[in-house]
């Protein structure tokens, strides 16, 4: 079946500086994409969404960008702090099938060092 | 709002014992409730979706027979686990939702999950 996967599993960055996750996708019908946080022995916490009949959307700190040309979705956080360290995962929705199953990527560890 | 809790957050069990992790949802009507599997290091891989009232949907290769799932309320899911065996050790998730809207994406509300180990 389609899936989406990620093409970085670990990402280490220092305090202050911006960090970008990335996530491919396969599902050309996909219309609506996540990003999730989830801290070690924690359920995932949204984060940020985006619909597919946009290409970037701005939250605090977080922008999502959506490239649906090449099926790829992009996580960016401004000015990254240590309680930024946790698992992210992108998250993808097809609203033609089911419009409440998600599908989940593999996950990206995000470490920020002091 | 939209808060989600799971319990137990932690349970061990003996090998061919029976564990039941419930959902609720705290301040919301959960129309559909899902449950999530994840292993460690891994990503969340959904096992069945739950509908108040109604058979539970579970996923390819998720027996059924194994994880019962009940819900029976707009606030309560129940997934048990039966006969559990070492290999059923895992993190379990659940998840809530409004309801059907015109076809749009209902967000999710994620439990804290519950860690299953199986000695």
């Known amino acids: 079946g389609e899936s989406v996967g990620l093409h970085l599993p670990t990402l280490s960055v220092q305090e202050g500086d911006n960090s970008i996750i990335n996530c491919a996708y396969s599902?050309?019908?996909?219309?609506?994409f996540i990003w999730y946080k989830q801290e070690s022995g924690k359920g995932p916490q949204f984060i940020i969404d985006i619909r597919s009949n946009m290409d970037k959307r701005q939250g605090q700190r977080v922008t999502v960008l959506l490239n649906k040309t090449v099926k790829h979705l992009s996580l960016q956080i401004a000015a990254t702090q240590p309680g930024d360290s946790a698992v992210y995962f992108c998250a993808e929705n097809d609203s033609g099938g089911s419009n409440y199953k998600l599908t989940f990527g593999k996950g990206t560890l995000l470490t920020v060092n002091p | 709002g939209a808060v989600v809790s799971q319990h137990p957050s932690r349970v061990i069990c003996k090998s061919g014992t029976s564990v039941k992790i419930e959902c609720r949802s705290l301040?919301?009507?959960?129309?559909?409730m899902f449950w999530y599997r994840q292993f460690p290091k891994q990503s969340l891989m959904l096992m069945a979706t739950?509908?108040?009232?109604?058979?539970?949907?579970?996923e390819q290769g998720v027996e059924k027979d194994k994880f019962l799932i009940n819900h029976a309320s707009l606030t309560l899911s129940t997934l048990t686990v039966t006969s559990a065996h070492p290999e059923d050790s895992s993190f379990y998730i659940c998840?809530?939702?409004?309801?059907?809207?015109?076809?749009?994406?209902?967000?999710?509300?994620f439990g804290p999950g519950t860690r299953l180990t199986v000695l």
């Open positions: 998840s809530a939702t409004t309801g059907a809207s015109g076809g749009l994406y209902n967000e999710q509300f």
């Open positions: 739950s509908n108040e009232g109604s058979k539970a949907t579970y």
């Open positions: 301040d919301f009507q959960a129309t559909t």
């Open positions: 599902n050309s019908a996909s219309d609506y």
